[in-house]
């Protein structure tokens, strides 16, 4: 690429892709990010890998699926030899800032306070810095919601204040700046007027919040309890804190934003989420393992740059695709990973850059006996299907086109069983070809599917050792002794 290499990654928690004006909620107040999506390209159907706080971070920062980068659930850490963005692009010369939330450290919610290698220590701020500025009163106070408080109080303004620091200071240079806020995710903290701002507003009712969840997974009965019996006519769905937060996350960022016109004016601004928020849909609450669009559907806005102004793409992509097409932009060899360059879709392009996108569940978090278990699931999307694969109970599969808000599960239909089994097909491949950890024969013999493979202790046979990188050495074979030839092989028995 010519000119400066310099991109600006912005991000929020809990931010699904209705809460943003552009996205055609006009109650939302998010005046900032939707000027964005106006001077650039809004994907209006993204997806994340893992609708959890650190494996959807984990999929972005790596360009890896959580199940092969190690970062499969909360308060685990990534593997020693994965690679993060930070560091592919440090090495290429390119100065990395992470300022914000990280979840990335396999220490607990707030992180463990220390950079991580390929980023600049002299700007990194996790949730624990934050904390460690505050008096043990402070803290405490900053884990309630509702509390009032002054901006500067916010971690938001504090991760803002930090960003516009490291534009000033570097604005000229190549840079990958990462601004992580951790708003508008519970406790939701903000000042007034956002504290205000949805006091008395109702969340628009979409036609899932009558879902019962009959004919639906075991496990999402169990997750609603007694929400089942809730009167769902009368259900006034207010969360004031998490929109009010929201608008005042859209206020930081503007200010990142705004400091970038000044000081990196052809920088490339990114925008995205980790996951959503049901918000009652479902009858089910937060986020957890579920394919439903409230918790797995993202905004995602690409602006300067690559960008086409004032486009909307309309085909499902993934976060597994940020990776590729960030190093991509940067002019980085990009390895060997499961994303696609979204390039052509930035530039105009009409055809899907994706077949389909995947996301999965594994558990989430290690330390709560809480929140389901261990909950297995592989999903892929194909712009209208749906398929969920629940390993524990029952599958699902979802017409979008027809049904929406994924009411009716047609798992068990014939007259749509040909294309489900087509994507249950797509998703044994990327088990096997990401080296899924949790891969064998039970993800195939669904009940539903009538020409599984009998069950075989070798299932498929094969051997699929990891491709090494440039630099690395290459991998042995357990027969020979000697390099591997061929990565993916038939083990002799």
């Given amino acids: ?3 400066k290499r310099q991109i600006i990654f912005l991000m929020t928690d809990t931010t699904r892709w209705d809460m943003l004006g552009c996205y055609g909620n006009g109650d939302m107040h998010t005046p900032n990010l939707d000027a964005l999506a106006a001077r650039g390209t809004r994907f209006e ?10 494996p959807a971070r984990s999929a972005i920062f790596t360009g890896l699926y959580p199940h092969s980068n190690g970062g499969w659930t909360n308060s685990v850490a990534l593997n020693a030899d994965v690679k993060t963005l930070g560091q592919r692009l440090t090495d290429a010369g390119v100065h990395c800032g992470y300022i914000g939330k990280w979840h990335l450290d396999g220490g607990d919610y707030f992180g463990n306070g220390v950079c991580p290698p390929g980023w600049d220590a002299d700007y990194w701020y996790d949730m624990r810095c934050y904390l460690e500025e505050l008096t043990e009163e402070e803290r405490r106070y900053s884990r309630v919601e509702g509390n009032p408080v002054k901006p500067e109080f916010t971690y938001g303004y504090r991760v803002a204040d930090r960003a516009v620091r490291f534009l000033q200071e570097n604005g000229g240079e190549d ?8 708003e508008p995710h519970g406790p939701s903290l903000c000042p007034e007027p956002f504290a205000s701002m949805y006091e008395n507003y109702e969340f628009p009712k979409s036609a ?9 997974p075991p496990h999402q009965r169990a997750w609603a309890g007694e929400n089942l019996k809730r009167d769902a006519d009368a259900l006034k769905l207010t969360p004031r804190y998490l929109l009010g937060c929201n608008a005042f996350a859209d206020q930081q960022l503007g200010r990142v934003i705004d400091a970038a016109r000044e000081m990196a004016p052809e920088a490339m601004i990114v925008f995205t989420s980790d996951h959503g928020d049901f918000i009652g849909s479902h009858a089910l609450s937060g986020k957890g393992p579920a394919g439903y669009d409230e918790i ?17 793409y309309p085909h499902p992509v993934s976060h597994i695709d940020l990776a590729p097409t ?9 390895p060997t990973l499961p994303g696609h360059d979204l390039a052509p879709a930035l530039a105009g392009g009409a055809e899907p850059v994706d077949e389909q996108v995947f996301f999965e569940f594994g558990r989430y978090e290690v330390d709560h006996d809480g929140f389901g278990g261990f909950q297995p699931m592989r999903a892929a999307f194909d712009g209208r299907y749906k398929l969920v694969i629940n390993l524990l109970g029952t599958d699902e599969l979802y017409d979008l086109r027809e049904d929406p808000c994924e009411m009716e599960n047609l798992i068990g239909r014939e007259d749509t069983a040909a294309v489900r089994d087509a994507l249950h097909d797509r998703i044994l491949e990327m088990m096997n070809r ?7 024969y039970y993800w195939e013999r669904r009940p539903w599917r009538a020409d599984a493979r009998p069950a075989t202790w070798a299932y498929t046979g094969y051997t699929r050792q990891k491709e090494t990188e440039p630099g690395e050495a290459r991998q042995l074979d357990y027969d020979t002794g000697m390099p591997m030839v061929e990565a993916t092989r038939f083990k002799k028995v």
Avoid: E
Wanted: proline residues 5%; contains cysteine.
């Fill in 296 to 312: 797995c559907r993202i905004p995602l806005i690409v602006a300067g740059g690559a960008a086409q102004k004032g486009r909307v």
């Fill in 208 to 216: 899932n919040i009558w879902d019962d969840l009959q004919n639906k």
């Fill in 175 to 182: 840079f990958f700046l990462t601004v992580s806020l951790d």
């Fill in 1 to 3: 690429m010519a000119g």
């Fill in 326 to 334: 960030l190093l991509h932009y940067m002019g980085v060899a990009s």
């Fill in 434 to 440: 990401t080296r899924d950890p949790f891969r064998g």
């Fill in 45 to 54: 159907r993204a997806y994340t890998c893992q609708p959890v706080c650190g």
